[in-house]
């Protein structure tokens, strides 16, 4: 049984470089080869692509939750530093891969890609507790939390639903950091007044 689960860790990492090297549309072969194991063994895992990019959804997500459980336990951080490092967290295994080409996923995968909106839309105890932290600190303004959180979706969901990124020209990684310095500076008290 461990063995097992090994074995779908070692798939489900290779899945995410091989997907940062060639998108989407890797193939199996593809897989098979980055891995140096033979398509048998990952077929005895994975029956097929789409249920190998189900679990990816899904492995992908949990790596994200773990990063940002070590912000919120990073205590060299400020309360206002974790919200704009938890909203931008991205593992550094997934730095060179191009999450701006998701928006595929709703053409060829449809189901894969409700999957990614259900992930994105869930998980964020650890954030809204921040945010409310900084609210009773006084470093971050009182805002209506669902309202943010639904900006911070819409804005990720635009990124994953479309080709919005790549007809612009820019990187995932890059928009994902103006938009979390466009809400957290949104949010942050200024700490230094004008006169």
Request: charge should be negative; aromatic fraction near 8%.
């Amino acid at each position: 049984m461990q063995d097992q689960k090994k074995l779908k860790e070692i798939i489900l990492a290779g899945t995410v470089e091989v997907y940062g090297e060639k998108g989407i549309r890797f193939t199996m072969d593809d897989l098979a080869k980055h891995l140096g194991m033979s398509k048998k063994t990952i077929y005895t895992v994975y029956r097929e692509k789409k249920t190998l990019f189900m679990a990816m959804v899904d492995y992908v997500f949990d790596s994200i939750k773990e990063s940002e459980k070590k912000v919120v336990e990073d205590t060299s951080l400020c309360t206002v530093e974790k919200i704009r490092r938890i909203l931008g967290v991205l593992p550094d295994s997934y730095k060179n891969v191009d999450l701006g080409q998701l928006y595929i996923l709703r053409e060829k995968y449809p189901d894969i890609y409700v999957k990614v909106e259900e992930r994105l839309e869930t998980g964020w105890d650890q954030t809204i507790a921040l945010i409310e932290q900084g609210i009773e600190e006084g470093v971050v303004r009182p805002v209506n939390i669902k309202l943010v959180k639904m900006m911070f979706e819409a804005s990720i969901e635009q990124f994953f639903s479309r080709d919005i990124l790549v007809r612009n020209g820019i990187g995932y990684l890059e928009a994902l950091d103006e938009i979390v310095n466009i809400i957290v500076d949104g949010i942050a008290v200024n700490q230094v007044q004008s006169k």
